[in-house]
């Protein structure tokens, strides 16, 4: 099958990539010439494990192609895939003027029937502005071309994205359109070999499907911050706590780790335009908007641990950080909990000097005008000099450190752990202070 996607971001590429490795000849497009550049010449502009080496071994065998010519791009698949970014707007709406332009690309070219995929993150009712573009662009042409818009939201995740789309648990298809739905159970098919995983729907339900998922994930997250905070204060440890509940096939252990709050590019964003759309449909998310504020309270605990134990003015003292991506096995920044920590301790005077594995050179990037930001080349570098560390991000390889190490390193021999990776009474027996979140 023949297969346009729009747009080489973590869905996009991700999701063109995945469908050549399969067989069809997939056509990726992008505005940035810079992307493409990258991407015609061996390389990959995004950080995500594995997909570099698909990326080159599909190009070599001449099923993938990257492209900058619209016209091209919209003649060249019978699916057109629309995988643009849709930042938040000012009011925390979906902003979907790229999805709107790719739209109405698609019907300003299209010369025969096409499948038009919302694979983006869209709110309710984004198909009949889509439908309702393209529709516009033919009738400015004097054009009758059949087409179909579907909605096929992913569910993937950074750091394990290629794996997720290969190897999916749920595909979800929202279609009005039988023929539209009968190509997308085809295109799907070598993903599901083992059992059925299509499930359709109309579209209006398939688009709220995506928003209700992550909204949920990011009410997990937050229940159990507000948990491990609640059980510091009872003398509880959040992580017994988490092996009773989660023992309950009702509840189930997955997302109920307490840290330092969600970041990345979906739950932040997704969570507001939901609350954004039940906004204009009358309704008020009291639920989500209690996630929100505990969300952004959490990302200030390791702060307020630090406080507490250095005081309120930190000048001249100089924190390790571990992590600075949002999460492992990505380098993405964005709403990252890193970000609030490292702004609140340099507005009490402190200075940082952080490692990540993937995510330096966002950092540098992002701090290129604070000196007081420093980056070390290993975990362990990052200690020279330090009064104390922090934790922010679960790498593997901060798992399992040299603890008699970090205390002839660390000035104040103290670790704030803002994802609970040490046994405390382990820690605590080489010397070391322990501060982690919802733990005794």
Same mark, same amino acid.
Do not use: C
């Given at each position: 099958m023949k297969i346009t996607v729009v747009g080489t971001g973590y869905v996009g590429l991700v999701s063109g990539t995945c469908l050549a490795e399969v067989g069809n000849d997939v056509l990726c497009l992008d505005l940035d010439p810079g992307k493409i550049k990258i991407l015609n010449d061996g390389g990959i502009p995004i950080y995500e494990p594995g997909l570099r080496e698909m990326v080159q071994r599909n190009r070599k065998a001449g099923r993938l192609a990257f492209t900058t010519d619209v016209e091209q791009a919209v003649a060249f698949g019978t699916v057109q895939f629309?995988?643009?970014?849709?930042?938040?707007?000012?009011?925390?709406s979906a902003d979907l003027r790229y999805v709107l332009a790719a739209a109405r690309n698609i019907g300003r070219h299209m010369r025969d029937y096409r499948i038009v995929v919302d694979?983006?993150?869209?709110?309710v009712g984004t198909a009949d502005k889509v439908r309702a573009a393209i529709a516009e662009e033919l009738k400015k042409r004097g054009a009758e071309v059949a087409f179909s818009v579907v909605s096929n939201p992913e569910f993937l995740?950074?750091?394990?994205?290629?794996?997720?789309?290969?190897?999916?648990?749920?595909?979800?298809? /929202?279609?009005d359109d039988e023929r539209a739905t009968?190509?997308? $159970?085809?295109?799907?098919?070598?993903?599901?070999?083992n059992h059925e995983r299509v499930i359709a729907m109309d579209v209006r339900s398939a688009e709220l499907t995506k928003y209700a998922a992550n909204a949920m994930l990011a009410t997990r997250i937050s229940f159990m911050n507000e948990l491990a905070n609640l059980a510091e204060r009872l003398g509880a440890d959040i992580e017994q706590v988490r092996r009773g509940i989660g023992a309950d096939p009702?509840?189930?252990?997955?997302?109920?780790y307490p840290g330092v709050g969600y970041g990345g590019s979906c739950f932040p964003k997704d969570v507001q335009a939901l609350m954004r759309t039940a906004g204009e449909a009358g309704m008020n998310l009291l639920i989500l908007d209690a996630v929100e504020q505990a969300n952004a309270l959490q990302k200030q605990v390791l702060a307020r641990k630090i406080?507490?134990?250095?005081?309120?003015?930190?000048?001249?003292?100089? @924190?390790?950080?571990?992590?600075?991506? @949002?999460?492992?096995?990505?380098?993405?920044? $964005?709403?990252?909990?890193s970000r609030v920590l490292v702004g609140e301790l340099l507005a009490r005077g402190a200075s940082v000097t952080a490692y990540d594995p993937v995510a330096m050179d966002e950092a540098r990037h992002l701090y290129q005008a604070e000196s007081r930001?420093?980056?070390?080349?290993?975990?362990?570098?990052?200690?020279?000099?330090?009064?104390?560390?922090?934790?922010?991000?679960?790498?593997?390889?901060?798992?399992s450190p040299d603890f008699q190490r970090l205390k002839q390193l660390l000035r104040t021999p103290a670790i704030f752990d803002g994802r609970n990776l040490y046994d405390p009474a382990e820690v605590?027996?080489?010397?070391?202070?322990?501060?982690?979140? /919802?733990?005794?």
């Open positions: 629309i995988a643009v970014g849709t930042p938040p707007a000012e009011d925390g694979k983006s993150t869209v709110p995740k950074e750091g394990a994205a290629v794996e997720d789309f290969m190897r999916p648990d749920r595909i979800v298809v /929202g279609s009968i190509v997308m $159970r085809n295109l799907y098919a070598p993903f599901q070999r009702r509840i189930g252990y997955h997302f109920l406080v507490k134990r250095f005081g309120a003015d930190l000048k001249g003292l100089n @924190f390790a950080l571990w992590g600075l991506a @949002f999460k492992p096995n990505t380098d993405d920044m $964005r709403e990252a909990p930001v420093r980056f070390a080349e290993s975990p362990m570098a990052a200690l020279e000099g330090a009064d104390a560390l922090a934790i922010v991000t679960e790498w593997k390889e901060f798992r605590r027996r080489n010397g070391l202070e322990y501060y982690p979140v /919802g733990r005794l």
